[in-house]
């Protein structure tokens, strides 16, 4: 199994950026894939990045131009660069993994425990 912990949250004003971690360890030779996903107050959990094992990326449409997900596979970690962020950004962020490729948060089978992002205007 895979375990995944989170860092990189915080509070910044529109425009700024940030960029989330996630180390994984455990049965990181799999190769899953990585994704983020996000969920604020109230709201169902949405997808937002994912990397595949040959390093493809695909992007939810509100994050596209703006977000990137890159992996170090010496440090077993996945990274979100966030820049010009908006205040509908905001949401508690997770990291994900699955062994299938999926866009849906329940086919991903381990989580983070999530990083709040929060971005004032």
């Known amino acids: 199994q895979v375990q995944l912990v989170e860092s990189g949250g915080g509070l910044v004003q529109a425009g700024g950026s940030l960029r989330l971690s996630c180390a994984a360890s455990?049965?990181?030779?799999?190769?899953?894939?990585l994704a983020w996903f996000r969920q604020a107050p109230g709201k169902e959990r949405e997808f937002v990045a994912r990397k595949s094992w040959n390093g493809g990326t695909y992007y939810a449409d509100s994050v596209k131009g703006r977000f990137t997900i890159t992996a170090d596979t010496a440090k077993n970690t996945v990274y979100l660069q966030m820049n010009s962020l908006k205040p509908e950004d905001t949401a508690v962020y997770y990291c994900?993994?699955?062994?299938?490729?999926?866009?849906?948060?329940?086919?991903?089978?381990?989580w983070g425990q999530g990083t709040q992002v929060t971005v004032s205007s």
């Open positions: 455990g049965r990181t030779a799999s190769s899953p894939i």
């Open positions: 994900a993994a699955s062994f299938v490729l999926s866009t849906t948060a329940r086919e991903y089978t381990y």
